[in-house]
């Protein structure tokens, strides 16, 4: 058992840095270098699963056997492995798909195995100002099926998304998939433009309740906190949004600082940006102004 958990380890440090170079591939190809929550907990991990190994290596190597100190290390360093697996899965297969009605299920779990990991909510991670929605290939079945059996950008050359072949996602799935996503990029729309307190709204209240703040707070490090900090105008993804509603203009799109373009941007973004039309509520958005009204 000592001279396997020995192999393993020895065998795991050398790959370590293999899978952490196609890692950073993957990363900067799919996620076009997006800090997001699990990236960041990857790294963490990565970085104690080499402490921990080469800890273990170093204590075993002093016994004639594998003492409690460095079974604990051999414990811990598995720990890692696994946590670096179940982040990795989250990254590619974490449900952030529109829910649909019942007709649509079958083709909202095509989505949620194949496409949700980069399209999370219909957006693009990889391409902010590229979402689902308008996207010309849901005109049709026939365009849809072409694209995603072999995508192509407008200049004719192969993209960064992958071609799925019938193998992968049969013509009967694609036209689930397809009538899922053609259902629910057009409902998108069509709910930021005419909701009750949508995009048409007039006005947009700005609260300043501790409670509100507070739970604009939680939201804001949920949804925005990857791309965006209040603290600076410094950018990460997103332009810094210190003093954001003290501004004349908003950053990017130009338009006037106020509640009624902030709500907008969320809704209908201007630019390199995912709608938030169908992850918060008008009362989540409202909660999520008055914070930043606070910064």
């Not at 290596?57 to 002093?62: C, P, S, Y």
């Not at 501790?210 to 209040?230: A, E, K, P, Q, Y």
Request: proline residues 6%.
């Amino acid at each position: 058992m000592r001279d396997a958990a020995r192999y393993c380890a020895v065998a795991a440090f050398v790959f370590l840095f293999i899978n952490a170079a196609f890692g950073y591939l993957d990363w900067q190809h799919f996620f076009a270098g997006g800090w997001l929550q699990a990236i960041k907990i990857k790294l963490v991990l990565a970085g104690l699963l080499v402490i921990l190994l080469a800890a273990a290596l170093l204590t075993d190597r002093k016994t004639s056997y594998a003492g409690p100190r460095a079974v604990l290390l051999y414990a811990l360093s598995l720990m890692a492995v696994i946590g670096l697996g179940y982040f990795g899965g989250t990254l590619v297969y974490e449900g952030r798909s529109v829910p649909a009605p019942r007709q649509f299920r079958a083709g909202e779990r095509v989505f949620y195995g194949n496409c949700s990991g980069c399209h999370p909510y219909f957006g693009n991670i990889a391409d902010h100002g590229a979402p689902l929605w308008g996207a010309p290939q849901l005109k049709d079945f026939s365009a849809f099926l072409d694209w995603i059996r072999n995508p192509r950008l407008d200049s004719g050359r192969p993209g960064i998304m992958p071609p799925f072949s019938a193998s992968r996602v049969s013509n009967d799935q694609a036209k689930l998939l397809y009538d899922y996503a053609a259902y629910t990029a057009a409902r998108v729309v069509q709910t930021a433009q005419s909701e009750p307190g949508g995009t048409m709204a007039k006005t947009v209240p700005v609260r300043t309740d501790v409670r509100s703040i507070n739970d604009g707070h939680t939201l804001f490090d949920i949804n925005c906190s990857d791309c965006h900090t209040v603290d600076s105008l410094k950018t990460i993804v997103g332009p810094g949004l210190k003093g954001l509603l003290k501004r004349p203009t908003l950053p990017v799109s130009g338009r006037p600082a106020t509640p009624e373009n902030v709500y907008r941007q969320l809704r209908e973004p201007y630019k390199n940006m995912p709608s938030f039309a169908q992850k918060l509520t008008d009362d989540d958005v409202f909660n999520l102004i008055a914070f930043l009204n606070t910064r």
